[in-house]
């Protein structure tokens, strides 16, 4: 303890505390962000298991699957990973009576705060990179992923000889594989539509890839369409027809971006041309603004956990009380938030509500910390002077 007297006597050494502090907090952090991130990981990871099982991925494609939600994950973990480990930090520095030695060694709030701003902004820059960049340039990397996947379905999965269903009503069968990797003898049959059942035969096919499109390509064959309630089915003879993978799956690879598969420029200046972007302007300005937000709650989070713990206390009891007004205040905060963006996709007018969220919290935290903490002061200061 005494050492700590001796630094706060000196003020250049002041910031040999800042680095103790910052140091613990930013490893407390750390710990937080990976345990919880792992943790969510696996259970996500176990939900695309059929990569490796029923799609004969390899273990690096899964991998690689898995690994593209983390982006998403990190930015919503990080900001609670933060408010644990500020909380942490400040706990144990009061267990310990260091915080107590440092408020009487003459170390300010202000002071005590710097160290915690600059592990906010830190994350608070993590965050912003995750939400404007990363994030959406990963969702849209595993939606080019997942339309590969069906063609290596095709390719790897389905065995020569056997009648295998790609999708429900969708039949394919091929006789064998050729030179190539080309399928000889393929028949398929779509009958997903009960009005009009699709037959294909062609001599053989290959799939092909275009970007981020793939197609079979059929050569030699025909097309044999019956409609519902039509005597005579309609043959198309056919040198050459290419046929879209995407249709074997749920259609979402051929569907229009997401807004949360799209550019954040892409956002800011939509496509006036883009019928899905015209016709979903709300969930456009939503995403939008919830991007530019998001890194808002890592100091808003990180402000609550300090304004709850930086004042050194000596019963359990008061910190206990204070660690749960910190978490009932995030959960307060946080849900607003979610809320606030509900709206922000029904109404523009909601976009200002979006931003108070974080704000307000910031500066009832940062009063409470500093204005709350001489209050209390001065109320005790003159309990004492009643009592005697």
Request: with cysteine.
């Amino acid at each position: 303890m005494s050492g700590f007297v001796r630094i706060g006597a000196n003020k250049n050494a002041m910031p040999l505390i800042e680095r103790y502090i910052f140091k613990m907090a930013s490893v407390s952090f750390l710990a937080a962000l990976g345990g919880l991130t792992g943790v969510i990981w696996v259970t996500q990871a176990l939900k695309d298991f059929d990569l490796l099982t029923t799609k004969g991925q390899s273990l690096l494609i899964f991998l690689f699957a898995t690994g593209l939600v983390i982006p998403s994950l990190l930015m919503i973990i990080a900001p609670i990973a933060l408010f644990a480990a500020i909380l942490f930090t400040l706990n144990k520095l009061n267990g310990d009576s260091e915080l107590i030695v440092m408020s009487a060694a003459g170390l300010s709030p202000g002071r005590l705060l710097r160290p915690f701003t600059a592990l906010m902004l830190i994350v608070a820059f993590l965050v912003g990179g995750m939400s404007l960049w990363l994030m959406p340039a990963s969702f849209a990397q595993l939606r080019n992923l997942f339309s590969q996947v069906r063609t290596d379905f095709l390719s790897r999965v389905v065995r020569e000889g056997q009648f295998s269903s790609l999708d429900r009503g969708f039949i394919f069968h091929y006789r064998e594989r050729g030179p190539g990797g080309a399928l000889l003898g393929i028949f398929m049959q779509d009958r997903r539509d009960p009005a009009r059942i699709s037959t294909y035969i062609a001599e053989s096919g290959v799939t092909i890839a275009n970007g981020a499109e793939n197609y079979l390509v059929l050569e030699k064959g025909s097309i044999q369409r019956q409609a519902a309630g039509g005597r005579d089915p309609v043959i198309v003879v056919f040198e050459r027809y290419a046929i879209d993978l995407a249709q074997f799956g749920s259609g979402s690879e051929t569907a229009p971006l997401k807004p949360r598969e799209r550019a954040t420029l892409a956002l800011l200046n939509p496509d006036p041309l883009d019928a899905y972007a015209q016709a979903n302007q709300g969930l456009m300005r939503a995403e939008l603004h919830d991007r530019i937000v998001n890194p808002l709650y890592a100091i808003a989070f990180g402000l609550i956990a300090f304004a709850a713990l930086a004042q050194a206390r000596t019963t359990r009891q008061g910190r206990g009380l204070a660690l749960l007004g910190a978490i009932a205040a995030v959960v307060c905060v946080r849900g607003l938030g979610f809320g606030a963006a509900a709206l922000v996709a029904r109404h523009s007018w909601a976009v200002a509500m979006l931003y108070t969220c974080p704000l307000a919290s910031m500066g009832v935290a940062i009063a409470y910390a500093f204005q709350g903490r001489s209050l209390l002061i001065r109320l005790k200061r003159q309990a004492h002077s009643m009592a005697d």
